[in-house]
């Protein structure tokens, strides 16, 4: 089933990552740092402020989207990396000229908008993993039940951010995956369009 899939792929991951977020939270200094309930409350706020804007704005796109996420984990995620890693790189190389830097400058808000519409795909993507395990999730409570649970998991150290930043890059992917298939769609319907005989002319003289 693509939650199951889903499932396991985040399961690796926190498997994987575990060894290592204790190296790191070892590793780190201790420093004055907020409480865990503010932090928590912060987290809660902030994506559930985000994620009903996205959602109120385009319902439809995010849950299809997100349920490309359940549907094609692996793909979805190489998405996710080429258009992130590869945004930054085209926006890096435009900065450095004047010229490019007009179009740096959009395009880095465009990047923006694609990684917060990508997170909250992400979020709604594993909060129906969780919700459909015990009941048959909506849009907003699968909304709810991520936003609760990717804000949790911010409160672990390191782990925790890997796994929002996994969510976060399948959440992107999936949105750079439907805007590349759309992309090639229009293209196909306007050669299919141009390509076209046309109608015969009927004479109307007796």
């Not at 201790?30 to 309930?37: D, E, K, Y």
């Not at 808000?109 to 015990?134: I, S």
């Amino acid at each position: 089933m693509p939650s199951t899939r889903l499932s396991v792929v985040l399961a690796s991951f926190l498997t994987l990552l575990s060894v290592a977020g204790v190296a790191a939270a070892q590793s780190t200094t201790t420093a004055p740092q907020l409480s865990p309930l503010l932090r928590l409350t912060i987290a809660l706020a902030v994506n559930g402020v985000v994620g009903l804007l996205v959602v109120a704005v385009a319902p439809d796109y995010t849950e299809s989207a997100a349920a490309d996420v359940r549907e094609f984990p692996a793909e979805t995620f190489l998405w996710g990396l080429l258009a992130g890693v590869g945004g930054l790189i085209a926006l890096f190389v435009l900065a450095v000229t004047v010229v490019g830097l007009l179009v740096a400058i959009p395009g880095a808000f465009a990047y923006l908008l694609v990684a917060v519409v990508g997170g909250v795909v992400g979020t709604v993507a594993l909060g129906a993993v969780v919700a459909d395990a015990v009941t048959e999730s909506t849009l907003f409570v699968a909304l709810a039940v991520g936003v609760v649970a990717s804000s949790l998991l911010s409160l672990v150290p390191f782990v925790g951010d890997v796994v929002n930043l996994l969510l976060g890059t399948v959440g992107m992917g999936a949105v750079a995956r439907r805007y590349w298939r759309q992309r090639g769609e229009g293209k196909r319907d306007d050669e299919s369009r141009s390509s076209g005989s046309q109608p015969p002319v009927v004479s109307t003289r007796p």
